[in-house]
């Protein structure tokens, strides 16, 4: 059964911490994504991986940063979380970009 | 970039036929999908469509793409309370990176 875990459900950090969001599959997928999902703004790209060490910004990149050292693990980093950042975030993955994406069951984060 | 517009919100009554509709920007899609969501989880492809087909019928599902008005629809019959989510619909451009560009979800409600 394919599956993808997030490390948290629900966070709560203050504003200016460095915040990971660790994300790991175990379908041997190529390609790995980070999506952040706003009330009203549907799911939004933040940044995808196509292979171990590489990285590609999606639409909403500013303010993140990602790592990919191992195939089956994707990380979200927030170098310094502000509140606008509070948000659900989504990871899924694919073993080709067009083919169905798995997603994790998201972490919600809240900047205070 | 390219869009993807749903409606936010849909009810209906239980046995009673349910609508999405879609509209997409990008006329070099290749696939077309739709995706739920149910509450406090991640996102769970149900069906997706070949840019060149019309229509596609998987059980209570049938999707119908109308390419000319890049209009794409989900109708699920005799709809049921489990049923109620957030659909997302979503496409797939035939960039190099074959990018998934998902719609804002259309939160359905099932009144029993």
């Known amino acids: 059964d394919v599956k993808v875990t997030q490390s948290s459900r629900y966070l709560v950090k203050r504003t200016g911490e460095k915040v990971f969001l660790e994300c790991v599959q175990d379908?041997?997928?190529?390609?790995m994504f980070w999506y952040r999902q706003d009330p009203g703004l549907g799911l939004r790209l933040i940044y995808f991986?196509?292979?171990?060490?590489?990285?590609e910004k999606g639409d909403i990149p500013e303010g993140y940063s990602v790592s990919r050292e191992k195939k089956e693990r994707f990380s979200l980093i927030l170098e310094s979380a502000s509140t606008n950042q509070t948000s659900m975030y989504l990871c899924?993955?694919?073993?080709?970009?067009?083919?169905?994406?798995?997603f994790g069951p998201g972490t919600r984060l809240l900047v205070l | 970039g390219e869009d993807v517009e749903q409606s936010l919100f849909l009810s209906v009554r239980e046995g009673d036929s349910s609508v999405i509709n879609c509209t997409y920007t990008?006329?070099?899609?290749?696939?077309l999908y739709w995706y739920k969501q149910e509450p406090g989880a991640g996102l769970q492809l149900l069906t997706y469509?070949?840019?060149?087909?019309d229509m596609k019928q998987d059980q209570r599902l049938t999707v119908l793409l109308n390419k000319k008005d890049k209009h794409l629809s989900l109708r699920i019959a005799d709809t049921q309370t489990g049923d109620s989510a957030i659909y997302f619909c979503?496409?797939?451009?035939?960039?190099?990176?074959?990018?998934?560009?998902f719609g804002t979800g259309t939160k359905l409600q099932v009144i029993p």
């Open positions: 469509i070949f840019s060149n087909m």
């Open positions: 899924a993955s694919s073993a080709r970009v067009a083919e169905t994406q798995y």
């Open positions: 991986s196509y292979d171990v060490k590489m990285k």
């Open positions: 990008d006329s070099s899609s290749t696939y």
């Open positions: 979503a496409e797939c451009d035939s960039g190099g990176y074959q990018k998934v560009t």
């Open positions: 379908m041997d997928h190529e390609n």
